[in-house]
């Protein structure tokens, strides 16, 4: 984040022979989250080029994986904003909402927005995000191109705000189609709201791209019991109009089921965005292809970060691995000599009492497993460890422990023989003995259990030994060693506390 | 006879009362004072037994001249001392210039003897180069403070209104052992319904008498705040007309926390979101809301950035000026406060006057007598100074007053190797501490029973140490030191050694400044039981609360500032895996100089403290030896096994030789605090 700006880095020269431009200018297509990040560190690091952003959404920045805490209510719109526009033009930074790039020319170098004007570039960046995938299911997409009107994305604010708008007074009952991390957060968000929810998930469990089968079943339980019913195994294949206007329309199953929904909502993945770089002739297979300086080996002029990015095979698809692309391009681009190699993601399901969190790639990653399974309680803890590492776990249900196994997992911490099964089981508490005399009972003073046993009372074992005469805090153990009731009891234990806020995300 | 006076320990500088009992008596007898408000009576340990080091065997009652070539000390007489010292500051001085010659204070030392010994460098040295061992203690909170509310006093209100408060969160004190006494006002306010939260990596007696305890990464107690301060918006409990009419810089603050959403905050923190949104609800379900910060949040190289994560925390809530809320810093030397106000800070005259105001430097010099022009600019920080000893552009010569750095600074190898270098050291001590045993001249100094002064504890409370006995033959007062000093160099204007004549002059020269102690005198601390500064005329009657209208900045708002987490400077690593963090224990002291020496209070030596499962991984149990090492250096120890720590983290108390060898010296960019609290450490069996 401090990386020191170096002019005389090669990554700083304007490139294509202009050696006479004074500033690079460089333009960064999407104002998503690996976006807003890249131009922050770019600001940080005091980068000397003259910076563009555009961005299709008419909004300034906001924090997209809030979306359904706003969704579910425990987030106001308001709060997820990122960045003001006022922010980008006190750092110099030009910011262009609400327009989209149709072609991206490499032999001019510029950008051709829809409005016909062009931008050029010395360096450009590709922040273009994942557009969402739309199942195959026949009526969802009518004659003019355009979704049926009870089907709602959920990938920008607008879609957040569309749906918010017909809850709860128009929509009764909603179908979540997909079960991965969007959808569940999603189905819960609904649910909260007091919409009858059921998801809809073409695999054998929810998650199945996260977690095993045992977990995703555990948890399809848990929802279940959350009173969100999980189909899964099933295709919706047909969405059939209600007769009358206003009425529900039916979700038609691949197993024979027929859902009846108000509205319907797709959370069925994303692919990456990769159009304007195909068509600019850039390398791309699922995502547009990078390098280890995040540069597209057709261009090095080129740049793609976050979920439009493809890095060493992986697309992600998660805010931590876009956001370490833009933290690693951003110093290169001011001055700092560092490789992007790849990130560890965690990724955690917000949703009000549903408790996942997955680790790097519990289902594939090569490794000794060390599960701990209790489908009663709902829970399900899964790590898979490799010569001592924790290389990926799951856990859901029971996130005790996730701060541990999060920082065991980030730094690679080689853990001892038992330490993975330990991790997994409640700290025991140590069972209460009788003070031995030896023991120090008054840390203030040095008084020891043996010595205030052998005062009277309290009162004495004060004048002799000024044992709870410092913080205090001992007083009631005295009391007792001397034989007298304690001055005051100890406070009851209190309620497990009540969380204040009736939702959370 | 007895005399009222206060503990020579910490800042809560609890009131005691010490008879001398008389003839053949060589202890005092340390007795309650019930009266005073900060403690009514209450001491730990080391209050009972300060009274032992009077008299002690290894007490110095003369002054040592070290031969270089034999490296031999042996006692000369005080003017011989005194001569020697003068005579080679002033070959020094007139060789390489007066920045060769620098002043190292310490947060111990009497309000008197902190002003002295500013004038002192400033005057009759004429050198910029002193600061003191404050640096090390609250700097983070201090330049926080200052920033935020335009003034830094440790808390805005007195101790006592902790009992009031609703919740009060700790975030990195463990004041149940470092200042006990402070832990029966926590015990009040949970009696009133209050609630307690301790924020530590270590589950400390503290958090015992806690409602809900975090135990976050060492390091990460600015990303739980920007977490705390996210949830606080997102559930709309904002004090908008609060951040609206007294506080500027919100937006940016605002719209930065929507990026610490709770599930980033637990992969940074180790917190989980249910134990953040705990915290978060706590905070935002009541009105009397005080959040104190100590040196487990602010001694890191991002501490001071820290604190002001939490002030905006609070300031968003509404808290600070309200009454029983807001937040405040527990300072940790017993004059912490008044020692940064009037002048060892490279870059402060008396009074919280910065050195490079101009009018400050005016009115500060009319009162000395000397030239403003003639007063030097801001120098080095402490650590910064330290690391310059000896090199071709540092200084050469370094006077020690109140402080054993080779024990206390960080990375202290390389800080020994400076003062090695050094031409001349001078340390004054009451014992031959290690630094005191590293120097060339060796001055043997009054201790707190045997002198009079003022001390400002961590409330802004001036409070009066009165002499309860004689010192020693052969002991002099630092406030000799500097006069016999300052004469034989020829300053140009004389330093008195009269405690209650400095008050004065000190009062002077802070009259107008933010520290303003102009109306307090010796006999007004006694009858009012310490007066709380700003106290600009004798009419006035002190200031325990501040912020109730305005805030001390040119506008009276108080400042977001945007603060962003770093991290710690030196992460774990494969070979470096888990966190060190340092800190201390009930029955010692700092350094230990004196609490080292007190027969009764235990000296166990260092220990490594560790969760079983870490002391599994290496193969120890409680009590086995362990080697613990970090770039710098390494130290074997005892284990002591405990399920109260972080798996991830170790923990070693610094009071002995060796421990500060582990810790890094990264510095706070505002504080130049150095990363006492977070370094990355191997441990394994010895």
Same mark, same amino acid.
């Given at each position: 984040m401090n990386a020191m700006c170096d002019p005389s880095n090669d990554d700083m020269r304007p490139l294509g022979g202009r050696s006479a431009t004074p500033r690079e200018r460089l333009v960064v297509v999407g104002h998503g989250m690996a976006a807003t990040r890249f131009v922050e560190q770019l600001v940080a690091g005091g980068y000397p080029g003259h910076v563009t952003v555009i961005g299709e959404e008419p909004v300034p920045a906001y924090n997209r994986i809030l979306l359904s805490a706003v969704l579910e209510g425990t987030h106001d719109a308001s709060a997820i904003r990122l960045r003001s526009p006022e922010w980008y033009a006190e750092h110099g930074v030009e910011l262009r909402l609400g327009t989209r790039v149709l072609t991206v020319d490499r032999e001019h170098g510029d950008v051709m927005l829809v409005d016909g004007t062009c931008v050029p570039f010395d360096r450009l960046v590709l922040a273009t995000g994942a557009i969402p995938t739309l199942p195959p299911i026949r009526g969802l997409v009518r004659p003019d191109g355009s979704l049926h009107p009870r089907v709602h994305a959920f990938r920008s604010l607008a879609d957040c705000e569309r749906?918010?708008?017909?809850?709860?007074?128009? +929509? +009764?009952? +909603?179908?979540?189609?997909?079960?991965?991390?969007?959808?569940?957060?999603v189905a819960r968000a609904l649910s909260v709201r007091g919409v009858a929810t059921e998801v809809v998930e073409g695999g054998d469990t929810v998650l199945s791209r996260q977690v095993t089968p045992a977990a995703g079943t555990i948890l399809a339980r848990s929802l279940t019991q959350l009173g969100t019913t999980v189909y899964t195994g099933a295709r919706a294949t047909k969405l059939i109009d209600h007769p009358e206007e206003g009425g529900p329309i039916g979700v038609q199953l691949d197993n024979g089921f027929v859902l009846d929904a108000d509205l319907i909502v797709l959370t069925a993945g994303g692919r990456p965005s990769v159009a304007l770089a195909r068509g600019a002739g850039l390398q791309v297979r699922r995502g547009i292809v990078v390098d280890e300086h995040l540069a597209s080996p057709t261009d090095p002029r080129i740049h793609a970060i976050g979920d439009c990015a493809q890095h060493a095979g992986q697309v992600t698809g998660f805010v931590p691995p876009a956001w370490e692309q833009a933290v690693v391009l951003a110093q290169r681009l001011c001055g700092a000599d560092l490789d992007y190699r790849g990130s560890r993601n965690v990724a955690r399901l917000r949703a009000t009492d549903l408790e996942v969190a997955v680790l790097g790639d519990p289902v594939a990653e090569p490794g000794e497993i060390v599960e701990v399974s209790n489908p009663v309680a709902g829970k399900h803890s899964r790590l898979v460890v490799r010569d001592g590492v924790i290389v990926a776990a799951a856990l859901v249900g029971d996130l005790s422990r996730v701060g541990l196994i999060t920082q065991a997992y980030d730094r690679g911490t080689v853990l001892g023989v038992r330490e993975p099964g330990d991790l997994l089981l409640p700290e025991t508490a140590a069972p209460l003995a009788p003070l031995p005399d030896d023991a120090e009972v008054c840390a203030c003073a040095g008084v020891t259990a043996g010595a205030v046993r052998a005062c009277g009372s309290l009162a004495e074992a004060q004048e002799r030994t000024r044992a709870t005469t410092g913080c205090g805090g001992c007083t009631q153990v005295c009391s007792r060693l001397v034989g007298e009731v304690p001055v005051r009891e100890p406070r009851e234990p209190r309620e497990p506390r009540e969380v204040v806020s009736p939702v959370r995300s | 006879m007895t005399t009222k006076t206060h503990c020579p320990y910490c800042s809560l500088q609890c009131g005691m009362t010490l008879a001398n009992t008389g003839a053949g008596r060589r202890t005092l007898e340390v007795q309650p004072w019930a009266e005073f408000p900060v403690n009514q009576g209450a001491l730990c340990r080391k209050g009972w037994t300060s009274g032992g080091l009077t008299g002690h065997r290894e007490r110095l009652t003369t002054p040592l001249l070290r031969d270089r070539a034999t490296g031999e000390f042996r006692s000369v007489g005080w003017d011989d001392a005194l001569d020697v010292v003068a005579g080679t500051l002033a070959a020094i001085r007139e060789e390489h210039g007066a920045d060769a010659l620098a002043v190292f204070g310490g947060g111990g030392l009497t309000n008197e003897k902190s002003?002295?010994?500013g004038k002192f460098a400033r005057v009759a040295l004429g050198t910029s180069q002193i600061d003191y061992n404050g640096r090390w203690c609250m700097s983070s909170a201090a330049s926080a403070a200052n920033r935020a509310f335009g003034v830094d006093r440790g808390l805005p209100f007195p101790l006592a209104d902790v009992e009031q408060? &609703?919740?009060?969160?700790?975030?990195?004190?463990?004041?149940?052992?470092?200042? $006990? @006494?402070?832990?029966?006002?926590?015990?009040?306010? %949970?009696?009133?319904?209050? &609630?307690?939260?301790?924020?530590? @990596?270590?589950?400390?007696?503290?958090?015992?008498?806690?409602?809900l305890v975090v135990q976050p990464v060492p390091g990460t107690d600015l990303a739980l705040a920007l977490g705390v301060l996210h949830l606080v918006i997102s559930g709309g409990h904002v004090d908008e007309s609060y951040v609206a009419e007294r506080t500027s810089g919100w937006e940016a603050v605002r719209d930065h926390v929507a990026a610490w959403w @709770?599930?980033?905050?637990?992969?940074?923190?180790?917190?989980?979101?249910?134990?953040?949104?705990?915290l978060a609800d706590l905070m935002t379900s009541h009105r009397r809301v005080m959040v104190l910060t100590a040196r487990g949040a602010e001694q890191h190289a991002q501490g001071s950035d820290t604190v002001l994560a939490w002030i905006n925390v609070c300031l968003a809530l509404g808290l600070p000026g309200r009454e029983h809320a807001g937040w405040g810093c527990l300072t940790g030397q017993g004059n912490g406060q008044g020692g940064?106000?009037?002048?060892q800070k490279s870059d402060q005259l008396p009074g919280y006057r910065m050195i490079d105001d101009p009018a400050a430097r005016q009115h500060v010099a009319g009162v000395w007598g000397v030239e403003a022009d003639s007063l030097p600019g801001k120098g080095r920080s402490a650590y910064e100074l330290l690391e310059a000893l000896g090199t071709p552009e540092g200084p050469k010569a370094l006077l020690v007053h109140g402080s054993n750095i080779v024990v206390s600074a960080p990375n202290a190898t390389h800080v020994a190797e400076r003062l090695e270098a050094l031409d001349l050291l001078v340390v004054c001590d009451l014992v031959l501490s290690e630094t005191a045993a590293m120097a060339d001249v060796v001055l043997p100094v009054t201790q707190w029973a045997e002198e009079t002064g003022t001390m400002t504890n961590l409330e802004g409370r001036v409070i009066l140490r009165r002499q309860a006995r004689r010192a020693p033959s052969g002991v002099r007062s630092d406030l000799d030191?500097?006069?016999?000093?300052? &004469?034989?160099?020829?300053?140009?204007?004389?330093?008195?050694?009269d405690p209650e004549t400095i008050f004065a002059e000190l009062g002077r020269a802070s009259s107008g400044g933010k520290a303003d102690y102009a109306g307090i005198t010796y006999e007004r601390i006694e009858t009012e039981l310490g007066?709380?500064?700003?106290?600009?005329?004798?009419?006035?009657? =002190?200031? @325990?609360?501040?912020?109730?209208?305005?805030?001390?900045?040119?506008?009276?708002?108080?400042?977001?500032?945007?603060?962003?987490?770093?991290? $710690?400077?030196?992460?774990?690593?494969?070979?470096? $895996?888990?966190?060190?963090?340092?800190? %201390?224990?009930?029955?010692?002291y700092q350094s230990g100089a004196q609490t080292r020496r007190i027969r009764e209070l235990p000296d166990g030596g260092a220990f490594i403290e560790m969760h079983p499962l870490l002391a599994a991984r290496i193969g120890v149990a409680d =009590?086995? %030896?362990?080697?613990?090492?970090?770039? %710098?250096?390494?130290?074997?120890?005892?284990?002591?096994?405990?399920?109260?720590?972080?798996?991830?983290?170790?923990?070693?108390?610094?009071?002995?030789?060796?421990?500060?060898r582990l810790t890094h010296d990264a510095l706070d960019p505002a504080s130049r605090m150095p990363e006492f609290k977070v370094c990355a450490a191997r441990v394994e069996a010895a």
């Open positions: 749906l918010l708008a017909v809850l709860p007074v128009d +929509a +009764a009952r +909603a179908v979540v189609i997909g079960g991965g991390l969007l959808g569940l957060q | 002003y002295q010994l408060a &609703e919740v009060v969160v700790l975030v990195g004190s463990n004041l149940a052992e470092t200042m $006990p @006494p402070a832990a029966r006002h926590l015990d009040r306010c %949970r009696e009133n319904g209050g &609630e307690v939260v301790v924020i530590d @990596p270590r589950r400390t007696s503290t958090a015992d008498r806690a409602d @709770p599930e980033r905050v637990e992969r940074v923190t180790g917190i989980s979101v249910p134990e953040l949104h705990a940064r106000e009037h002048g030191v500097i006069a016999g000093l300052a &004469e034989r160099l020829g300053s140009p204007v004389p330093f008195s050694t007066v709380f500064w700003p106290c600009p005329t004798p009419e006035h009657p =002190g200031t @325990p609360r501040l912020f109730a209208d305005a805030f001390a900045t040119s506008d009276g708002r108080a400042r977001f500032l945007d603060v962003e987490h770093r991290g $710690p400077a030196e992460p774990c690593d494969g070979e470096f $895996p888990v966190h060190l963090t340092t800190g %201390r224990v009930l029955a010692q =009590g086995m %030896r362990v080697t613990i090492s970090t770039r %710098r250096g390494e130290l074997t120890a005892p284990a002591r096994v405990a399920t109260t720590i972080r798996p991830d983290t170790v923990f070693v108390p610094f009071h002995w030789l060796g421990v500060n």
